[in-house]
């Protein structure tokens, strides 16, 4: 059974942090790259960071340096520590799984691209003031 659910959301000003959570069945957190991604209003959906199986992470270059991922693996839950919040990081923020994997840069790496995911969960809605 494939669930991916997402809390932590909220409205905070800029400069302050927030950690998203998103549970997962086991299957999703063993298997395939995980992911956040978010959308903007009137944006298209972008890949904010990318997790592999083991351990190694990708990051936008926007969010470089104050986001950062991480997996508790007794909990089959990632995280999302998100640190000196922009209002440009307005989004509705979602978990993805069941990513594949590229060749990039002369190795392999999680894709950011957001199609390249099987599965995501309903999102949850940061808004920065």
């Known amino acids: 059974h494939v669930q991916l659910v997402e809390s932590g959301g909220g409205s905070v000003q800029a400069g302050g942090s927030l950690r998203l959570s998103c549970a997962a069945s086991?299957?999703?957190?063993?298997?395939?790259?995980m992911g956040w991604f978010r959308q903007a209003p009137g944006k298209e959906r972008e890949g904010v960071a990318t997790i592999d199986t083991d351990g190694s992470t990708r990051y936008a270059d926007s969010v470089k340096g104050r986001f950062t991922l991480s997996k508790d693996n007794a909990k089959n839950t990632l995280y999302l520590q998100m640190n000196s919040l922009k209002p440009e990081d307005t989004a509705m923020y979602y978990c993805?799984?069941?990513?594949?994997?590229?060749?990039?840069?002369?190795?392999?790496?999680?894709?950011?691209?957001?199609?390249?995911?099987?599965?995501r969960g309903q999102g949850t809605q940061v808004t920065v003031s």
């Open positions: 086991r299957y999703m957190y063993d298997n395939g790259c």
């Open positions: 993805a799984a069941d990513g594949v994997r590229l060749w990039i840069g002369g190795g392999v790496m999680c894709s950011r691209v957001d199609g390249d995911y099987n599965y």
